[in-house]
């Protein structure tokens, strides 16, 4: 996927970016400068194996949050994120957010992050729950700066027969 910036407003920028090996096995990266892009670090392994769709955020204040989609197997797509406390230098352990259930079928697709630059930040994706709807948008919400996350809760759907939006109780 192409890559996505964004910056503490303070001169730190970071790209993330997925990038597939010649297996066809997504891994994300991100790149750091420290200096308004004037230089670059190399590329630093995020998350291996199937880890694709990078989406990044900061709060102007040093916490740093990337989310991807993760395939640990065929129709199977997960919700991980990692986050940064100390501007980017050291990255948490990958963490799940959303995860695929058989019954329930797809956690999610293509994640996005967002965050009022207050503490709280909104982590939303596509998720195919079954064959009655085209794809659903799910959420989560951390009012800590991406440390603790709500359960993952529907956003609203899309009929297939309509396409018009559904808003959930």
Known sequence: TKPQVETDGAGTWIVVMDSKDIYVHHEVYYLI?????????EPTLLSGYNSLYPQISSDRKGNWVIVWQYEPGI?????????SHDNGLTWS??????????????????PSIGND?????????MSIPGSDYMGA?????????GMNWTVPRLLNRFSKDTQWMETAP
Do not use: K, M
């Open 33 to 41: 400068s420290r200096n308004d892009g004037l230089d670059w670090s």
């Open 75 to 83: 129709n199977q797509e997960d919700i991980y994120l990692s986050r």
């Open 93 to 110: 352990p990958a963490r799940q957010l959303a995860s695929h259930t058989p019954d329930r079928g797809n956690a999610g697709s293509a």
């Open 117 to 125: 630059c207050e503490g709280t930040w909104i982590c939303t994706w």
């Open 137 to 145: 948008p799910y959420f989560c919400v951390s009012h800590d700066s």
